[in-house]
């Protein structure tokens, strides 16, 4: 698990460096930095096919209903499948060649992640995350290294988001897929009709990771699409370092998937109270290390990273604070509801949020930019946070029930 989360946030830190050394090495600061934001948006919802909400359901698979070589056979189809949707979506809205091929390339980065999600599936099941957590590490180095030098060599920011997706590829070929070979046997033998099955399975889960990953692309493309690419790079250099929050969070959950399934497939609910409590304690105290480091550093460390030009932002910081820490609960939450296969509630919540996000950003957006993208993004991820916590209450009070009519009966 330390492992893990050490390398899973020195990655996500290597991902926040690339808007900053985007600003420093383009010609164009603020417009690349903005094409490089909505390529990691769309990209980032695109992935939610790569990734098919597999690894919850894969990690927790405790009865072994799908081989390994099943899960990462179906992930094969799936890159292809979401690849080939991310370029028609870049067809459909006649981006300029900069901003289509950049979106692509990045996309292929995020096809590298997705097919080494699955085999750190595999590597989590057999309790060796230490193999997710160097994977990090080691692409994390080769991202910056291949970004920093394509840009400095060519300043084409396509170039080196490919440039980038080449040099991952090489860790996922000569390290994670040997380490995962040498703790479990994997082939890559078709079969469409265990995929096919594994699709049905998921798919309600899919449905639920589209929409909480469209909730923030969304408020970003409506924020281009109306103020244009140089007002969204502004508000992606600014809110890219809260992201790390989420990641951070999200990263030290996920180790803990397979003590949650261990305690329900019990009926421990006092285990898994206890341990959400925990949690929730953790991401409250790191949200508000966050706030007071923004207060007290926020402005001379934005102006030492990025220059005199991002000052007047700083404040977006606070917003996208809390809409980070939001999607951390959204994640903690539905991770649990995926463990306890409630598709019902993932779906019910994962939808109404989308929904209200949707219609904050097609209707203020365009009048207030950035307090409209703000409001889209964390009224849509309450929203769900809000529907997701009544459940668990539900979940819990019933447990209180039993027992109080358990103990009259005795």
């Not at 992935?47 to 597999?54: A, P």
């Not at 809110?239 to 019990?266: M, N, R, Y």
């Not at 459940?391 to 103990?407: G, M, P, Y």
Request: charged share 15%; glycine share 6%.
């Amino acid at each position: 698990m330390l492992w893990n989360t050490i390398g899973s946030l020195f990655y996500l830190v290597c991902q926040w460096l690339l808007s900053v050394i985007v600003v420093h090495l383009s010609n164009d600061s603020y417009a690349d930095a903005g094409v490089l934001s909505l390529a990691m948006s769309i990209s980032t919802f695109f992935s939610v096919i790569t990734l098919f909400n597999v690894r919850n359901y894969q990690v927790s698979d405790a009865q072994g209903l799908y081989s390994s070589s099943e899960y990462v056979f179906h992930r094969i189809l799936t890159c292809g499948v979401s690849l080939v949707l991310c370029a028609v979506f870049v067809l459909i809205n006649s981006y300029d060649t900069l901003t289509s091929l950049s979106i692509i390339a990045y996309m292929l980065v995020k096809l590298v992640e997705g097919f080494a999600d699955v085999l750190h599936g595999v590597a989590q099941k057999q309790w060796r995350l230490d193999i997710a957590g160097k994977s990090f590490i080691i692409r994390g180095i080769l991202l910056v290294g291949a970004f920093s030098a394509s840009m400095a060599l060519f300043k084409n920011l396509a170039i080196a988001i490919l440039s980038m997706a080449i040099a991952t590829l090489i860790p996922l070929i000569f390290y994670d897929l040997l380490a995962v070979r040498r703790v479990e046997s994997i082939s890559l033998k078709a079969n469409f009709k265990a995929s096919l099955s594994l699709t049905k399975v998921c798919l309600p889960m899919v449905a639920y990771g589209a929409c909480i990953n469209a909730i923030v692309p969304l408020a970003r493309y409506f924020l281009e699409l109306h103020h244009g690419e140089k007002v969204l790079g502004y508000y992606a250099s600014v809110s890219a370092i809260s992201v790390l929050i989420q990641a951070f969070v999200t990263f030290v959950f996920t180790p803990l998937i397979g003590i949650f399934e261990d305690a329900h497939s019990k009926g421990d609910k006092k285990a898994i109270a206890k341990l959400l409590l925990k949690l929730f304690g953790l991401l409250v105290g790191i949200t508000a290390l966050a706030m007071l480091a923004v207060l007290f550093l926020g402005e001379f460390a934005m102006v030492l990273v990025f220059g005199e030009e991002i000052r007047e932002y700083v404040y977006l910081l606070y917003p996208t604070i809390i809409a980070s820490a939001l999607t951390a609960l959204v994640w903690l939450l539905g991770m649990l509801l995926v463990v306890m296969r409630d598709s019902r509630t993932l779906l019910i919540g994962a939808l109404c949020g989308f929904i209200v996000g949707l219609l904050i950003a097609i209707f203020t957006i365009r009048e207030s930019k950035y307090t409209g993208t703000n409001a889209s993004i964390i009224l849509g991820f309450a929203i769900i946070s809000i529907i997701y916590i009544i459940k668990f209450l539900i979940f819990f009070f019933k447990k209180s029930e039993q027992r109080s009519n358990t103990n009259d009966g005795n």
